[in-house]
């Protein structure tokens, strides 16, 4: 495939404006339109609304295992950042592409969609899957529905690429994630008469003490992975909020937290463990002034972990289709751990850009990783010949 025919898709691509917040489905429309008439058969998965879909396309012998490719068609918004030129306009100039979505990850899906024109469904011995999905930039929700479904399929992939930008590395890990709002619901009064309230700012702050307390524990002695620059799991509070005025004890807060987990440790099981000191703790102690106070906890997003061996089949092959020997795991999460903690597919992260140029202002690709991920599925198309 030539890079030009790369950035004419590119170009086609960055121009919907498929910021998480809007439908997906102008740019599933074109993919499929796209695919039809090169052998592909797609399949789209709605979400409840039917206003966001996955587009789940298969070329070549679908009964027996083969390959998936997996990316996202959702970008971050661009609002508040100060970009030179449209952000939806591609603009290619110093052997670099720039454009909303480029790096993260439009530049890989563009690179999947030229390849798929020189695919020969009579010539594949073995079947390329595209999983494209929506809403990965807001947790990973999109993919659940192509994971679930690939999970209760009787043929299952040898293996699962997902282009999240590493700069055309072989990664086998990054770390699982739970994120928890907290509502502390207490009960108000004149702060001249304390004791015969519930301060919900004060039961919030000791619930904070506590999920320190844990990150102080993990830190400290907690399961290793030495293979992230965070080497061990991180509990964290983002928000904290409650009260109105001085004279007032407070009937309500709010806790946001996260956890962040290696392979070892089990972000539910955390969670688990700081909603049951709220519940068997702190709430009695609530509920003993007032009975209907107490925390309510709502975990709204989270992704498992990537945890697969370096030994593994699917890992050689990312080494041997990207000529390289290494691998590594990173910082952020990506749809790689639902497709093998779920589908039990097992799965790396290997795609083009550098992380660091995603989510920004002038957010860009070197088109050279454009050319040198064309490669790697150039190669992987041709493993699938034989
Ligand atoms: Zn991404």
Same mark, same amino acid.
């Given at each position: 495939?030539?890079?030009?025919? &790369?950035?004419? %898709?590119?170009?086609?691509?960055?121009?919907?404006?498929?910021?998480?917040?809007?439908?997906?489905?102008?740019?599933?429309?074109? %993919?499929?339109?796209?695919?039809?008439?090169?052998?592909?058969?797609?399949?789209?998965?709605?979400?409840?609304?039917?206003?966001?879909?996955?587009?789940?396309?298969?070329?070549?012998?679908?009964?027996?295992?083969?390959?998936?490719?997996?990316?996202?068609?959702?970008?971050?918004?661009?609002?508040? /950042?100060?970009?030179?030129?449209?952000?939806?306009?591609?603009?290619? @100039?110093?052997?670099?592409?720039?454009?909303?979505? *480029?790096?993260?990850?439009?530049?890989?899906?563009?690179?999947?969609?030229?390849?798929?024109?020189?695919?020969?469904?009579?010539?594949?011995?073995?079947?390329?899957?595209?999983?494209?999905?929506?809403?990965?930039?807001?947790?990973?929700?999109?993919?659940?529905?192509?994971?679930?479904?690939?999970?209760?399929?009787?043929?299952?992939?040898?293996?699962?690429?997902?282009?999240?930008?590493? /700069?055309?590395?072989?990664? %086998?890990?990054?770390?699982?994630?739970?994120?928890?709002?907290?509502?502390?619901?207490?009960?108000?009064?004149?702060?001249?008469?304390?004791?015969?309230?519930?301060? @919900?700012?004060?039961?919030?702050?000791?619930?904070?003490?506590?999920?320190?307390?844990?990150?102080?524990?993990?830190?400290?002695?907690?399961?290793?992975?030495?293979?992230?620059?965070?080497?061990?799991?991180?509990?964290?509070?983002?928000?904290?909020? $409650?009260?109105?005025? #001085?004279?007032?004890?407070?009937?309500?807060?709010?806790?946001?937290?996260?956890?962040?987990?290696?392979?070892?440790?089990?972000?539910?099981?955390?969670?688990?463990?700081?909603?049951?000191? @709220?519940?068997?703790?702190?709430?009695?102690?609530?509920?003993?002034?007032?009975?209907?106070?107490?925390?309510?906890?709502?975990?709204?997003?989270?992704?498992?972990?990537?945890?697969?061996?370096?030994?593994?089949?699917?890992?050689? #092959?990312?080494?041997?289709? @990207?000529?390289?020997?290494?691998?590594?795991?990173?910082?952020?999460?990506?749809?790689?751990?639902?497709?093998?903690?779920?589908? $039990? *597919?097992?799965?790396?992260? &290997?795609?083009? $850009?550098?992380?660091? /140029?995603?989510?920004?202002?002038?957010?860009?690709?070197?088109?050279?990783?454009?050319?040198?991920?064309?490669?790697?599925?150039?190669?992987?198309?041709?493993?699938?010949? &034989?």
């Amino acid at each position: 495939m030539s890079l030009d025919r &790369i950035i004419e %898709i590119l170009s086609a691509l960055v121009a919907f404006d498929t910021t998480s917040r809007n439908s997906n489905l102008a740019i599933i429309d074109w %993919i499929e339109r796209h695919l039809d008439g090169l052998g592909f058969e797609s399949e789209r998965i709605y979400d409840a609304t039917g206003q966001k879909a996955n587009l789940h396309a298969t070329i070549g012998p679908a009964e027996v295992p083969g390959y998936i490719l997996s990316g996202h068609t959702d970008v971050v918004p661009v609002d508040g /950042q100060v970009w030179s030129g449209d952000p939806f306009s591609l603009r290619v @100039a110093d052997g670099r592409a720039y454009g909303r979505g *480029v790096c993260d990850m439009k530049g890989f899906l563009a690179v999947c969609l030229a390849a798929a024109e020189k695919m020969r469904a009579d010539e594949l011995k073995r079947p390329i899957h595209l999983a494209f999905s929506y809403d990965e930039e807001v947790g990973c929700v999109g993919a659940r529905g192509i994971v679930e479904r690939l999970a209760k399929r009787p043929v299952k992939p040898l293996g699962c690429f997902v282009g999240e930008p590493t /700069q055309m590395g072989v990664v %086998i890990g990054h770390k699982g994630k739970r994120s928890v709002h907290v509502k502390v619901r207490g009960f108000a009064c004149h702060s001249s008469l304390a004791p015969q309230g519930v301060n @919900a700012a004060e039961f919030a702050a000791l619930l904070v003490a506590h999920i320190r307390g844990l990150a102080d524990r993990l830190a400290a002695e907690g399961a290793r992975d030495a293979m992230y620059d965070v080497p061990f799991s991180t509990p964290h509070v983002g928000v904290l909020r $409650g009260g109105t005025a #001085l004279n007032i004890v407070p009937d309500e807060a709010e806790i946001v937290f996260e956890v962040r987990t290696i392979g070892a440790d089990d972000p539910d099981v955390l969670v688990e463990g700081i909603v049951r000191h @709220a519940r068997e703790t702190l709430e009695p102690r609530m509920t003993a002034v007032e009975p209907a106070a107490g925390f309510d906890f709502h975990v709204f997003a989270g992704f498992p972990g990537l945890d697969t061996a370096p030994e593994a089949e699917v890992v050689t #092959l990312a080494k041997s289709l @990207a000529g390289s020997n290494r691998h590594s795991k990173v910082a952020f999460g990506t749809e790689a751990g639902l497709f093998e903690y779920i589908a $039990g *597919v097992p799965s790396v992260v &290997i795609g083009p $850009g550098s992380i660091d /140029q995603a989510h920004k202002a002038d957010e860009w690709i070197a088109l050279s990783e454009l050319e040198r991920c064309a490669r790697f599925v150039e190669r992987l198309v041709e493993r699938c010949r &034989i």
